[in-house]
């Protein structure tokens, strides 16, 4: 049959069909299991403590810049897949992280953006910890070190945001 006997309907499923491409299989940066820790100090009766947590991360590796929305590669932490309903005082509930420093091999970088959120010793939700080195505020500094071994994605952030409240954090996906 030629393309000029199809009806719309029919063209256009032959548009689709032809055009489709196979699936590809879940990369391997998406629901990987997670470890992390965080020592945040320098906020009073706000947030300071020791936190964990432990469960799968929706994403923690390099987003190359073909599937990125904003074009270019970048390391990407999503942290918790599924945030449990209650979690338990001294928890880690969220990470987000994100550097387009930290792609190519690259292990080190001072330009990134973190958010932190955590629920306290007594219980309290305070607000996350943000830390955005590339806001162009000279008081947010931070280094980020990334190690890969073995499978096993380990990210280091250790730092200061302008009001002075610091962060060393640590989250390991394997």
């Known amino acids: 049959m030629s393309l000029g006997r199809l009806s719309r309907g029919a063209l256009a499923l ?3 069909v032809g055009t489709a491409r196979p699936s590809l299989p879940q990369s391997a940066i998406h629901q990987r299991n997670t470890t992390a820790t965080a020592l945040i100090g320098g ?3 706000l947030r300071d403590g020791s936190f964990q947590a432990t469960g ?3 994403v923690c590796g390099v987003i190359p ?3 990125s929305l904003t074009g270019e590669a970048v390391f990407v932490i999503e942290f918790p897949s599924d945030p449990p309903p209650a979690p338990p005082p001294g928890t880690i ?3 987000a992280f994100g550097s ?3 792609v190519g091999g690259v292990t080190k970088a001072t330009v990134f953006r973190l958010m932190v959120g955590v629920r306290t010793a007594n219980g309290g939700r305070p607000p996350n910890y943000v830390l955005n080195t590339d806001s162009g505020r000279p008081k947010n500094v931070g280094t980020a070190t990334l190690t890969t071994r073995n ?3 380990t990210l280091k952030v250790v730092g200061q945001e302008d009001m002075g409240e610091t962060i060393d954090l640590t989250v390991t996906c394997r």
Request: aromatic residues 0%; glycine residues 4%; proline residues 5%.
């Open 100 to 102: 387009s420093q930290l």
């Open 93 to 95: 509930t969220a990470i």
């Open 56 to 58: 799968v991360s929706s």
């Open 151 to 153: 499978g096993e994605t």
């Open 43 to 45: 906020s009073p009766r």
């Open 14 to 16: 032959a548009i689709i």
């Open 65 to 67: 810049k073909e599937a």
